[in-house]
């Protein structure tokens, strides 16, 4: 047993007379930094650039409008989630496990594990095809090396310094603000199709929608969050699950909202900055057939010219050295919390052999699709259906858990924040029916 976990003493009291820092005080930059950033910016992957450029390329600016509808919606299931970590020190499975039947977490987990491991396949086949454009060389030794460097790298880096990576990891996003503005837009269409909505009745349009939600809310974004908000009070002695020390909340639920914020910002305008690069170039030269973000990034150098190809290509690599960690560590997280198993990559190897054993087998499998005939791109566009359909249950019964005072406690979720993520739910929901009814017409 670690000294973290073998801490028994009490936690600290609150000063006397003090409830924690004042909810308006400003928080700094380095400290608003956290699991919500790394978790926004994770969802804009390799594959989640080919679904962006997919729907750039075949419906132009008029899908835009989904970015902004999404954004607050993002930003309260991502806050939930983050909260459930901090409430309980528990993530979304070990909640799940205590209040609800073994059998429905088993089959949301297996669900999550399967959209993973194919996102974690496609993931690495767009990294490998965008070495291979930027330098040459075999894309499968490519995708080999990546998978098991991100491996090595969660196993054996300090916890601290991988924390550190991902942050950095981050920044490699700005290369597609980089290909924006590198390229000639016709912005009063692109404020229009970003400002007013558009639905075309058809069975393509609202696969395509299930796919964009799927990308943009992610069951695995969730589990994530979560895990990570527990990870840090579990690590961090000042910090205690908030069902003990009621005083943090003012200042953890500050620090979460603006975390979650600037992190789903972050990865909607980036997200908002490849439709419009894909819709200004590829679209508007009626090439509307991308299946990749490769073939995104070669399209666009006879468009575009070859430097906004170049910085796209190579955002690729930097966002799946961020992605695809985020995906294998989330599906570890989750099975090990519905097992009871230690969990954490904090610990050490030898005291989470389960733990690691998941995260190690998600990372080789989605390895493996790309020796299989399987095409994992082409099953990466109904692994985000599948991601969609897979987040209705799972952002259902996380709304009933969180509102429950069983679970939550005195900060059980309420208020506008609750509202929200109903709409979130419902959203979600609604897309999906879309697709089918369509699909059935």
Not at 205 to 228: E, H, K, M, N, R
Not at 381 to 395: E, L, Q, T
């Amino acid at each position: 047993m670690t000294a973290v976990e073998s801490r028994t003493a009490p936690p600290p009291s609150p000063p006397s007379g003090a409830a924690g820092p004042a909810p308006g005080k400003k928080l700094r930059i380095l400290k608003i930094i956290g699991p919500g950033v790394i978790t926004g910016a994770s969802d804009d992957d390799p594959s989640g650039i080919g679904t962006y450029s997919q729907a750039g390329a075949q419906l132009g600016f008029s899908v835009s409008w989904t970015m902004v509808l999404t954004f607050p919606l993002m930003v309260a299931i991502q806050e939930i989630s983050a909260r459930v970590g901090r409430t309980t020190g528990t993530g979304i499975a070990g909640n799940i496990r205590k209040h609800y039947p073994a059998w429905l977490l088993q089959v949301l987990v297996a669900m999550l594990f399967g959209a993973n491991v194919i996102n974690i396949g496609a993931d690495l086949a767009a990294m490998g095809d965008a070495l291979k454009l930027l330098i040459g060389g075999p894309t499968l030794l490519y995708v080999i090396l990546f998978g098991i460097g991100c491996v090595l790298a969660q196993i054996l880096l300090d916890y601290e310094r991988y924390a550190r990576f991902l942050k950095w990891s981050c920044l490699s996003l700005f290369a597609y603000v980089a290909a924006l503005a590198a390229i000639k837009v016709p912005w009063g269409e692109a404020v229009r199709g970003l400002l007013i909505p558009t639905i075309t009745w058809s069975a393509d349009y609202f696969t395509t929608l299930v796919a964009i939600a799927g990308t943009t809310i992610s069951p695995y974004l969730f589990f994530w969050q979560a895990a990570q908000e527990a990870e840090e009070v579990r690590i961090k002695p000042e910090r205690q699950p908030l069902l003990r020390v009621h005083w943090q909340a003012p200042s953890a639920f500050a620090r979460i909202r603006a975390d979650t914020a600037v992190g789903m910002g972050f990865s909607n305008l980036i997200a908002v900055a490849i439709i419009m690069t894909t819709a200004a170039t590829l679209h508007a030269h009626g090439v509307t057939s991308i299946e990749t973000s490769g073939q995104a990034a070669e399209a666009l150098r006879p468009i575009a010219g070859s430097f906004a190809s170049f910085i796209f290509t190579a955002g690729i690599v930097g966002t799946g050295l961020l992605a695809v960690p985020v995906l294998a560590g989330s599906a570890a997280y989750a099975i090990s919390d519905t097992a009871g198993w230690p969990v954490g990559l904090t610990r050490e190897p030898r005291d989470a052999v389960a733990f690691y054993s998941v995260l190690t087998v998600a990372a080789l499998v989605g390895i493996g699709i790309n020796f299989t005939p399987i095409n994992p791109i082409s099953a990466l566009y109904w692994s985000a259906v599948v991601n969609g359909v897979a987040a209705v249950p799972i952002m259902i019964l996380l709304m009933l858990m969180t509102s429950r005072r069983t679970v939550m406690g005195d900060f059980n979720i309420g208020g506008g924040l609750k509202i929200t993520g109903w709409l979130a739910t419902i959203a979600m929901l609604g897309s999906v029916v879309g697709m089918v009814v369509t699909a059935l017409i």
